[in-house]
Every structure is written in C-alpha cells, then in structure tokens.
C-alpha cells in the first residue's frame, strides 16, 4: 500500500458524459501528479500540482482539468468524453517537487475509466 | 524534450542476474534518475533512485556512470514474480521551460522457469 488513496477505482460512462476521478496523496506529501495509461501503453503524464499551485503540465487535453485543494487532495475532472479516453488513470504524489530533486514518487492503484 | 530509452523486452531466466539499460542523453544537472515497476492494472511501485555513481538497496542495485546519459538497473537473482514492466524516469525539460515527469516506453521483462 503505497498511501495514495484514488477512488472511485472503477467507473463507467458514456460519450459526451463528465466524470471527476479523486485522489489522496499519503500524508504530508505536497505534490500531486495525475498519469494516464491506455491499455498496453506507457504511462503519460498529464500534470502535476504542488501545494495547490500548477507545477507542470504534459499531455493533458484542454478536456481535461485538475485541480488540487487546500486540503492537498486532487481531483481529475474529465469532459466530453470519448471513447479513447478510456484508460486507467493513476495519480501519484511526493513529498517535494518530483524524481528531478531527489524526492521519490508513490503512485495510487489507479480509476480504471471505461466510456461506452 | 529529454527523452529515455529502453529495450522494449527483456526474457531472462530463474536466478539469473538481469541488467536494464536506460539511455537519457539530455538529463539535467538537477536530475535524480528513479527506476519503477508495474504489474499489470497495478500503479508503478518504487525500485529504487539514484543521482551518480552506484546505489543499492534490498531488490536492487542501480550504476550511473560519469556522464550520467545512461543508467542500469540489476536485479540479482530474479524469480518468476519480477515479471514486470520496468520504467526509469528522469526529469524532462518541456518547451515551455516547465519540468514534466515522463516515463519511458518501458522494458517488459520476462521470466522463465
């Protein structure tokens, strides 16, 4: 159990639908990183909060917003959704700003996202 | 961008020690290189991370030479159950001068009996 807490783990919907994926970083930690992985894929970054503020920012479609909270929980908010977006999703969190400062990365079991 | 590369697959055998490659040419001076591992439908568990020269722990071991463009992960002795997909990840420099953290493509190690 790496302490990143995601839920729900399992969601279903259909095209055009919004869905908001929630994650709970492991205590004290202050960055949030959200991945996406489509089956058989890597993993691609999306991006990454810190403190409540944006860090850093990979692939992620203008569909897609995120948004971390005073309380440092985070949540994915997924719109207009098609069929490709289908993929699990995970999110991750670290004590300070990410693998580039020496600080290491916890991932969360994933939100397994199906669009029908 | 920086980028990693990987062998996409790796076949080993029970006991055998396995030797992964990653090759990050662009790797900034700030960069801490950090090996994963992913089980299928499970998030990447840490390995190990490391910044120069060798690091070891209890499942492995990681050597960075000098320059630092390549890193190798070893895993002694390996057992059916590192069957696995293997990423090292290192900072990456976007265009707008943001740091993203982006893995690579991944090596899918198999073990056989």
């Known amino acids: 159990d790496s302490g990143v807490t995601q839920t729900p783990k399992h969601l279903i919907t259909a095209t055009g639908q919004r869905v908001t994926l929630r994650c709970s970083p492991r205590?004290?930690?202050?960055?949030v990183y959200w991945y996406q992985q489509s089956l058989d894929q890597g993993l691609q970054f999306l991006i990454q909060y810190y403190n409540g503020e944006e860090r850093a920012k990979g692939n992620i479609l203008e569909r897609f917003s995120a948004q971390q909270f005073p309380d440092l929980h985070s949540e994915l908010n997924l719109s207009s959704l098609e069929l490709g977006d289908s993929a699990l999703y995970f999110c991750?969190?670290?004590?300070?700003?990410?693998?580039?400062?020496?600080?290491?990365?916890?991932f969360g079991e994933g939100s397994w996202l199906t669009v029908v | 961008l920086a980028k990693t590369t990987q062998p996409i697959s790796m076949d080993s055998y029970e006991g055998q020690e396995v030797n992964i490659t990653c090759s990050h040419n662009?790797?900034?001076?700030?960069?801490?290189i950090t090996w994963y591992q992913q089980f299928p439908s499970q998030g990447p568990r840490f390995i190990i991370q490391?910044?120069?020269t060798k690091v070891t722990n209890e499942v492995a071991s990681l050597f960075i030479p000098a320059d630092r463009k390549s890193s190798t992960l070893s895993l002694p002795r390996v057992s059916l159950s590192d069957t696995a997909v293997y990423y090292c990840l290192v900072g990456d420099m976007e265009d707008t001068g943001r740091r993203a953290l982006t893995f690579g493509s991944g090596t899918r190690l198999q073990v056989q009996p």
């Open positions: 662009n790797i900034a001076t700030n960069d801490y």
């Open positions: 490391g910044y120069k």
């Open positions: 991750a969190s670290s004590v300070g700003t990410g693998g580039y400062s020496g600080n290491t990365i916890y």
């Open positions: 205590s004290g930690d202050l960055s």
